[in-house]
């Protein structure tokens, strides 16, 4: 039983292609992260997702598109991809105000070649 | 930037307790610590969470010192699963900000049989 689980674990694709990434939770919490970790290791926030509403964007290009159809799920969808959008990109969960912390997925480790 | 400073290493022995510490001398009097830890390939795991007073859970202890302007995780009897990169973190509570947690290096340890 998956708390988080994204899809796919593996994606390789070309430069300029068009691709998405699915997470779900099955935890009932209330709100959704996506983050970026590139080489260096460094975990970045990108969206977050409270009831719907897009209540985190930092300084992401618009390329990156967060698509919440409800609570349970957050996918991202990326347009015209680029080298440098090569990462392991996680999805997470948590309850805003209950501070016990976010659950993780398993992360979606994307090439562009 | 992250709020805390983290040594970017370090050895444990089997069986024994391991003890990592982390600065946060600018934390405010709101914002809580947070310990997660990223085994190889995984996604974050959440392990414990403090404002002012000691905590303690099946996984870890923290001990917040009084000024709250350090911390140590304390792992009673390391294992070899235990080998992951641990990562302090200050919780920033705001509207704007959502809770967001911001990540640094985090330290890297790695218990040695």
């Known amino acids: 039983d998956t708390a988080v689980s994204q899809t796919p674990k593996y994606l390789v694709t070309q430069m300029g292609n068009d691709k998405s990434i699915k997470c779900e939770q099955n935890l009932g919490h209330d709100t959704m992260y996506w983050y970026k970790q590139d080489s260096k290791k460094f975990l970045k926030i990108m969206f977050s997702y409270n009831n719907k509403e897009l209540i985190i964007n930092e300084t992401v290009p618009n390329r990156f598109s967060p698509k919440s159809p409800d609570k349970a799920h957050l996918n991202l969808h990326i347009n015209s991809l680029e080298l440098g959008d090569s990462a392991v990109y996680f999805c997470a969960s948590s309850n805003r105000d209950r501070g016990y912390g976010y659950t993780f997925g398993s992360g979606t480790r994307l090439t562009v070649v | 930037d992250a709020k805390t400073t983290q040594p970017p290493s370090m050895d444990c022995a089997e069986g024994r307790a391991a003890n990592l510490p982390c600065n946060h001398s600018t934390i405010s009097g709101n914002e809580y610590v947070y310990w997660y830890r990223q085994i190889h390939s995984q996604g974050p795991q959440y392990i414990i969470h403090?404002?002012?007073?000691?905590e303690t859970n099946e996984m870890a202890s923290l001990i917040i010192t009084e000024d709250r302007k350090s911390s140590t995780l304390i792992l009673p009897h390391a294992t070899l699963r235990d080998t992951a990169v641990y990562y302090c973190?200050?919780?920033?509570?705001?509207?704007?900000?959502?809770?967001?947690?911001?990540w640094g290096a985090g330290t890297k340890l790695i218990i040695k049989p």
């Open positions: 973190i200050v919780r920033v509570a705001s509207v704007d900000s959502n809770y967001q947690l911001i």
């Open positions: 403090g404002l002012k007073n000691n």
